[in-house]
């Protein structure tokens, strides 16, 4: 394989090519998860998304999760790619393929996937609103910082 | 001397992408989080995770030379 199975780029990512990095013939499923930028949250009209995010150790992350799957789930492959920069409506901003010999695995596995990201990769989200501007403060989208400080939830 | 990377909030309240330290070794991350708090007037680290050189550390890890710190706030990829 030539290209990394965990990587963060910058143009648009290709759902296919991701796709094919997990593809075997062992593999009798393959799940996506593909994440895209959402125009409203909570009420509020997204424009466009920055992603920033601290490359070398979001990859180094990335990969961690990779072997916590290898770990769990021994027969499963995993491939994710992460875009990072400016970022529309409706772009693809990760997509997460795992293929395994039986669907349960896949499915699992690529949730499990996601749910560690938005906990222990760096990367962070700010939102571009009509109004303003807001770095997103977890995961869980509950904790917002206006230039950096914590505020209390709206 | 030590490299601290900021990101996301921090990094618009600092005006800086990253900060040289000389003579700054042999503190903890808290110790280093207390200066800057001071110097820069940064609002809070309460809820920032901290990286050396790439993997989380707590906030008792001893700072060497040539560390480079990232001050992590909470992450919202995906």
């Known amino acids: 394989m030539t290209e990394s199975l965990f990587r963060i780029v910058q143009d648009p990512i290709s759902v296919e090519e991701v796709t094919n990095q997990v593809s075997r013939k062992e593999a009798g499923a393959i799940t996506l998860f593909i994440g895209t930028v959402r125009e409203f949250t909570k009420g509020k009209k997204t424009l466009s998304l920055e992603y920033q995010a601290y490359e070398p150790m979001a990859v180094k992350m990335l990969n961690q999760i990779g072997e916590e799957i290898k770990n769990r789930w021994p027969d499963a492959w995993v491939a994710i790619t992460h875009r990072i920069g400016k970022l529309e409506i409706s772009d693809v901003a990760v997509v997460i393929a795992v293929s395994s010999p039986h669907r349960k695995t896949a499915y699992r596995a690529n949730e499990y996937a996601i749910e560690r990201i938005k906990q222990i990769v760096p990367i962070w989200k700010k939102e571009f609103w009509e109004n303003g501007t807001m770095w997103i403060g977890d995961q869980l989208e509950i904790t917002e910082y206006p230039e950096g400080k914590p505020v209390m939830e709206e | ?78």
């Open chain 2, 1 to 78: 001397m030590i490299t601290v990377l900021f990101f996301a909030g921090i990094r618009e309240e600092m005006g800086l992408d990253e900060l040289k330290i000389v003579e700054k070794n042999d503190m903890t991350v808290h110790q280093l989080k207390q200066y800057l708090q001071n110097k820069y007037n940064l609002s809070s680290f309460s809820q920032v995770m901290t990286a050396i050189n790439e993997s989380f550390v707590t906030d008792e890890e001893v700072i060497k030379d040539q560390d480079i710190i990232a001050f992590i706030p909470p992450v919202s990829g995906g």
